[in-house]
């Protein structure tokens, strides 16, 4: 899939991937080489543990959201429709660049906008989507989650922002994250829940959480004042240079 966002933010009016779903690819379990096949296993275990954190984190519920990290030139996905409790690492799909899937595998319906992530943002490797309730709640609103406190910079930035509503696993909703991811790594989805991408697993998930605690700081400060108090965006830029080495062991 290309998605082609201009610096306006306009979409290209020629979109590359069809509506329908992904074509399968043959399997790769049987015939890859050993070792590929253990880094797609353990890689698929981390997605699985990835899932049930989020799960025990309050983040999501039953077959709600998915997670996904790039590999390979595409992406290992969660599958549509299976508890994470009863996911297996064999049960993760591979899905390429064209959007073809492996065969006698259904993705999460979810995959464009993943794809679209990894596009939109080079530096994401991995991709967490969820319909927690803080930030759902704040998507109904359909309002970006504005500077309440310093740490809207872990998501990029002096917000976070709004995508669009649309129906979930269409080409469209991908298109509206696609702007959102433009120069944020995380974004409410309107009427739908939140995505957040990283560098890596843990990352994600943690941005994930992150986000759903300033959702809930949010909707508590809404209920006593509206607009509510936010900080300046010399601020928020102070910040952002401060993170650029937050966690860092810097050696002198």
């Known amino acids: 899939m290309s998605i082609q966002v201009d610096d306006e933010d306009h979409y290209s009016p020629y979109p590359t991937v069809a509506d329908d779903i992904s074509v399968a690819l043959p399997l790769m379990d049987d015939e890859s080489p050993k070792e590929e096949r253990n880094g797609k296993k353990q890689t698929g275990r981390q997605i699985i543990d990835t899932c049930l954190e989020m ?3 309050g983040l999501n519920q039953g077959t709600a959201g998915n997670v996904s990290v790039r590999y390979q030139g595409g992406m290992l996905i969660t599958p549509t429709g299976i508890p ?3 996911l297996t690492e064999d049960k993760i799909v591979f899905i390429d ?3 073809q899937h ?3 595998k259904l993705p999460s319906s979810e995959w464009r906008f993943h794809q679209a992530a990894y596009q939109t943002r080079p530096d994401a490797q991995a991709v967490v989507h969820n319909h927690a309730v803080h930030c759902t709640a ?3 609103l359909n309002r970006p989650i ?3 406190h310093y740490m809207i910079a872990a998501a990029g930035g002096n917000s976070i922002p709004c995508a669009p509503y649309a129906t979930f696993g269409t080409r469209e909703l991908s298109e509206h994250v696609a702007v959102a991811l433009k120069h944020r790594k995380a974004t409410l989805l309107q009427h739908h829940g939140l995505i957040a991408c990283e ?3 843990e990352k994600a998930l943690w941005l994930a ?3 759903e605690v300033l959702a809930q700081l949010y909707l508590s400060t809404l209920a006593i004042t509206d607009p509510v108090p936010v900080l300046d965006d010399e601020a928020i830029a102070i910040v952002l240079e401060k993170f650029k080495t937050y966690g860092l062991r810097i050696e002198e």
């Open 97 to 99: 660049a064209d959007g």
């Open 146 to 148: 504005p500077a309440i």
């Open 102 to 104: 492996e065969q006698g």
């Open 84 to 86: 994470y409790e009863k």
């Open 55 to 57: 799960t025990r984190l």
């Open 199 to 201: 560098a890596s697993l």
């Open 138 to 140: 704040v998507s109904i």
């Open 209 to 211: 959480h992150e986000v």
